[in-house]
């Protein structure tokens, strides 16, 4: 890995503690204006304080994010199809030079290992690991799941150990039941877990724990922060769980505190 891909993914998985506390914020390119993210600069500025990196696209980056901001960017580069549609048809939307405009740490695109378009997609990641390793900017390649998927650790651990053969550099997948299997599928590439529809958030915080207890390298939310009802009390006990090691039991009095 070259001296600027090693820069880029220090400045995402923070070196003191191997891990990080993503948000994502990234739902409109194909869910349109979802609940949290209608005026998303209004939700999303207040959150970036405790955030390590961002998960966003180009337009909303550049409509709502002020780009004085001190914060690593994920550049969402694939799209193509909404919700109405078959969600595996994808194709990269955004092209290597305007990342590097956007100074993105890193870029991510959906696999969709079982999907229609199970190859379209995983072409697609083949050639943003080739534009990546050109310039030296690493891929987050999201284990997507269609409607008819299971998310079991069989399925997981070989949808993303697809994405680490192809040649990704953080493999991005849902949190399952034998968890470890699937961080042991990607060998040396950092998982991070996706915080997926919205849970209670004593069930989310869960959830975070028993991953970064399980070898994940993080986790990378949206909708269980943004649309908590406080969302800055919810990314405040995700970090102290991530990045300090707290319980879930423990971080869930952080949110109570904000709350209040």
């Not at 739902?27 to 939700?43: A, C, K, S």
């Not at 078959?86 to 990269?92: A, F, K, R």
């Not at 990546?132 to 997981?156: F, H, N, Q, S």
Request: net charge negative.
């Amino acid at each position: 890995m070259n001296w600027g891909m090693k820069n880029r993914l220090s400045r995402i998985i923070k070196p003191g503690t191997g891990r990080c506390v993503m948000l994502a914020v990234d739902h409109g390119y194909f869910q349109g204006p979802t609940t949290g993210l209608v005026n998303l600069g209004e939700t999303v500025n207040p959150l970036l304080p405790y955030a390590d990196a961002l998960m966003i696209t180009r337009g909303a980056i550049r409509n709502w994010i002020d780009p004085s901001v001190d914060i690593p960017v994920i550049l969402r580069v694939s799209g193509g199809q909404s919700i109405l549609k078959e969600l595996s048809n994808e194709i990269i939307t955004t092209n290597i030079e305007d990342a590097i405009r956007i100074n993105a740490s890193a870029i991510t695109c959906s696999v969709y290992v079982g999907g229609e378009f199970e190859k379209e997609t995983i072409d697609n990641l083949s050639k943003l690991v080739d534009k990546g390793e050109k310039y030296g900017i690493p891929v987050l390649a999201v284990t997507a799941v269609g409607k008819e998927m299971a998310r079991d650790a069989r399925y997981l651990g070989l949808a993303s150990r697809i994405c680490v053969e192809i040649g990704a550099h953080v493999v991005k997948t849902y949190y399952t039941e034998n968890f470890e299997k699937v961080v042991e599928a990607c060998g040396n590439v950092p998982v991070v877990i996706a915080g997926g529809k919205k849970l209670p958030e004593t069930e989310a915080l869960q959830m975070s724990y028993n991953a970064v207890s399980e070898g994940a390298a993080g986790v990378d939310m949206g909708r269980n922060i943004f649309q908590s009802d406080s969302p800055v009390g919810m990314i405040k006990a995700v970090r102290a769980i991530v990045h300090d090691g707290m319980s879930a039991k423990d971080a869930y009095e952080i949110y109570e505190q904000e709350k209040k």
